[in-house]
């Protein structure tokens, strides 16, 4: 398959994140929109990798995982913070840093 | 062991005191911090005797010993040693000073038991102690400097030592101020003897100061109008001398160890260290003669009319250091350095009288409500009417013998030295007629209220722990004595201090007496001989008019005095209703602090209320709040972009990437 394919189904994926991050409320669902926006980073790195025949875009794939898992951790982390607190689960109503 | 080795455990043991009583206070119960805290200086005390035993298995001329344990700095020509110097001039002190503070600690010891503060009075008192010896001890001009530092922070340490009055706060800032004043004239000093000279060393200073100075050479006389500020400071002459009367607002051990024995004659020893420069400049020399002069006249007339007990025996301290000053700046050297040695035992004496007759007054220490104690504390009493008598320079007793041979010397000097031969006299009539004033006041006549109650009952009167000065109540957590008060009669300590200093003050001037010894004088000799003046002697024949004619002063002194407060009583209101002027000139204590007030504080505090309205409100003010404003308006306008919506940062977040991927996208194609 030519590599368009991977970029343009990758591109798709990332605007999916960024529409979801900008459209939706949830945090738990934003997380998850950034998941998708690394994971389709990810795909490009790993398609242009296979297209140029050498490894590193796939080392690097590896540790975006790695970072996406950290992140996971702490962004779950503050979200159980958030409803252990009884907070509204609202990036809207959670505006506190306002300057 | 050598005379050094000697000197250095006598600086010890008092630092060891010091930081133990300090440190411990918690775990040591209080008199076991009193009895440390004497028993270092004791042991100093002992070592001090070491180290003169040591020096006198010397020859004479090889009684000069250096001694430096580490080097204190080193730089770009500049080398200090933490050295010390000993000679006979510097364990003469080192023994007057530890000896007599060791009988002051005993005093402590009985004196200051009911005080909450005992460890740290004790505490600091060491440090004092140490303090003073190092300043003796000091080889060069820098430990010098540290030495003298350290006192005048002792000294506002043991002066605030209520910290809870007021007025001992008050007078604690003002000698810390004034000693300061008299720091940097030392340090200004010191800076031009390096900077002529090349070294601090005494031993180089004094050495290469003949062959670099000529005879009054502006420098030579800067030099030691430098070095006479930080003198004066110390020892409380005019116009530096305020802080000392003020100074009585600390314990009554505190007035008799800095008032009478150490601190302030350390202003006569600095002159006497550096007679070598005063030589070289004989106006700077005549100009301490003078002034000293001025103040044994200045501060005995004061003594004449103070109602304070504490505060008249501290006038006459200064007028007794005005003669050690005409001493050693004459050239009298060993009778100043004498004088010294009698003036600390019976100064010290009458303080702690005055101490034991202040507690029985249940600390009134005003001078017209007693009467009668005579009766009530003989030994008090009696050690009063000695310590009286060797300042009044009764025949026979220690001060009697160490003036008369100031005077004789000056008298020896001839020409203009005449007028303090005159000028001394009329100061030594005065000491006798203030000194007699005190002691028939409180001594003889019907007993006065507190006196009664001692007799009657045996007890010591209780009273309001009151500020003497204002009258308030004292706050008596913080460690002021409270309304138990000691009394030698009661308390062992005390007596066998004040017994001992009562006989040193009796017979301590028998060591030198014209004509048939005169060792004090033999024994500073190696430091002072390289003086021209050293060689003048006055004849035993000329010493002996002078001791008559003192003789003379002092018995007409004590009639005086007689004749005015017990023949008579009623003269002295009658002389102050005569002399009016001159009374309230002296009750003013001839308006000294006023002067300073109108010439220094008031233009000084202008100075900074000027300072304060225009420069610090708009140069300083304005940089600084125009600094805020900028940052704060800045800041107002990127607040806006702060929203608190998550949302928003990520809109804009991708719309920036999305812009600058459209940029290359655009600069690229």
């Known amino acids: 398959m030519a590599i368009e394919w991977y970029v343009v189904l990758s591109a798709l994926l990332f605007a999916t994140g960024a529409m979801g991050i900008l459209i939706r409320r949830s945090p738990v669902v934003i997380l998850l929109c950034l998941e998708l926006m690394l994971n389709a980073g990810n795909l490009a790195l790993i398609a242009f990798s296979r297209m140029v025949g050498n490894q590193e875009g796939q080392v690097f794939a590896l540790v975006v995982m790695v970072i996406a898992a950290c992140e996971v951790v702490v962004g779950l982390g503050l979200i159980v913070a958030i409803f252990r607190r009884r907070l509204p689960l609202d990036v809207d109503e959670l505006r506190e840093l306002r300057g | ?387 009286g008598l060797a300042l009044a320079a009764f025949p026979g007793t220690s001060g009697f013998f160490s003036k008369d041979e100031i005077l004789a010397f000056a008298a020896e000097r001839g020409g203009m030295y005449e007028i303090f031969v005159v000028l001394g006299y009329a100061g030594a009539l005065l000491t006798a007629v203030y000194t007699f004033r005190l002691v028939f006041r409180i001594l003889p006549g019907t007993p006065c209220r507190e006196a009664r109650e001692l007799i009657d009952t045996g007890h010591v009167a209780h009273g309001e722990p009151v500020n003497p000065v204002t009258g308030e109540r004292e706050d008596t957590d913080v460690g002021f004595p409270g309304p138990e008060h000691h009394i030698a009669e009661h308390s062992w300590p005390m007596k066998v201090a004040m017994g001992v200093l009562g006989v040193l003050a009796l017979v301590g001037g028998l060591v030198q007496v014209p004509g048939v010894d005169h060792v004090i004088a033999s024994f500073l000799d190696p430091v002072f001989h390289d003086s021209p003046l050293a060689e003048i002697h006055p004849s035993v024949g000329s010493e002996w008019v002078g001791l008559a004619i003192g003789a003379a002063t002092s018995l007409v002194g004590i009639g005086l005095a007689y004749l005015l407060y017990v023949a008579r009583p009623e003269t002295p209101g009658l002389l102050r209703r005569r002399l009016r002027p001159v009374h309230t000139l002296l009750v003013n204590k001839w308006y000294f602090d006023e002067l300073i007030d109108v010439l220094i504080v008031r233009p000084v505090l202008a100075v900074g209320r000027f300072a304060d309205r225009t420069f610090e409100r708009i140069v300083v003010d304005g940089l600084a709040s125009g600094t805020a404003e900028t940052v704060r308006g800045a800041g107002g306008i990127v607040r806006v972009a702060q929203s608190g919506f998550v949302r928003s940062y990520a809109l804009l977040l991708i719309a920036g990437f999305a812009g600058l991927a459209l940029y290359f996208l655009v600069v690229s194609s």
């Open chain 2, 1 to 387: 062991m050598s005379a050094t080795a000697w000197a250095w455990l006598v600086l010890l043991f008092p630092l060891l005191g010091s930081l133990v009583t300090a440190v411990g206070y918690r775990a040591l119960p209080a008199r076991a911090a009193g009895a440390i805290g004497t028993a270092a200086i004791a042991l100093s005390f002992a070592c001090g005797i070491g180290a003169l035993l040591s020096l006198l298995g010397d020859e004479p001329e090889a009684r000069h010993h250096v001694s430096a344990l580490w080097t204190y700095a080193s730089a770009g020509g500049l080398h200090v040693d933490l050295g010390i110097l000993v000679d006979p001039l510097s364990v003469f002190m080192v023994l007057v000073v530890t000896g007599v503070s060791t009988l002051i600690h005993l005093y402590s010891f009985g004196y200051m038991q009911s005080d909450a503060g005992y460890h740290r009075f004790f505490s600091y008192l060491n440090f004092f102690v140490f303090s003073m010896l190092l300043l003796v001890l000091a080889g060069n001009f820098v430990i010098l400097i540290v030495g003298w530092a350290f006192v005048g922070f002792a000294s506002y340490a043991l002066i605030s030592f209520w910290y809870r009055r007021e007025t001992a706060t008050g007078a604690g800032m003002k000698a810390f101020v004034i000693n300061v004043v008299g720091d940097v004239g030392l340090v200004l000093a010191a800076f031009l003897i390096f900077r002529e000279l090349g070294s601090f060393d005494f031993e180089q200073v004094f050495g290469a100061a003949p062959e670099r100075f000529s005879v009054n050479e502006w420098t030579v006389t800067a030099i030691c109008l430098l070095l006479l500020v930080g003198a004066f400071a110390k020892s409380a002459q005019l116009p530096f001398h305020t802080w000392l009367a003020d100074a009585m607002e600390g314990p009554t051990p505190v007035s008799a160890l800095i008032h009478a024995a150490t601190m302030v004659t350390a202003g006569v020893y600095l002159i006497a260290r550096t007679h070598i420069l005063f030589v070289l400049s004989p106006t700077a020399a005549d100009i301490a003669a003078f002034t000293g002069l001025a103040t044994l006249l200045v501060a005995g007339s004061i003594a004449l009319v103070v109602t304070d007990l504490k505060r008249a025996i501290a006038y006459s301290t200064m007028s007794q250091i005005g003669y050690m000053v005409v001493g050693v700046s004459i050239g009298a050297y060993s009778a100043g350095m004498f004088h010294f040695m009698t003036h600390s035992f019976f100064k010290a004496l009458l303080f702690m009288a005055a101490g034991s007759i202040i507690a029985a007054m249940a600390n009134d220490q005003n001078i017209d409500r007693m009467s009668g104690f005579g009766k009530a504390m003989r030994f008090t009493s009696a050690m009063l009417l000695v310590g």
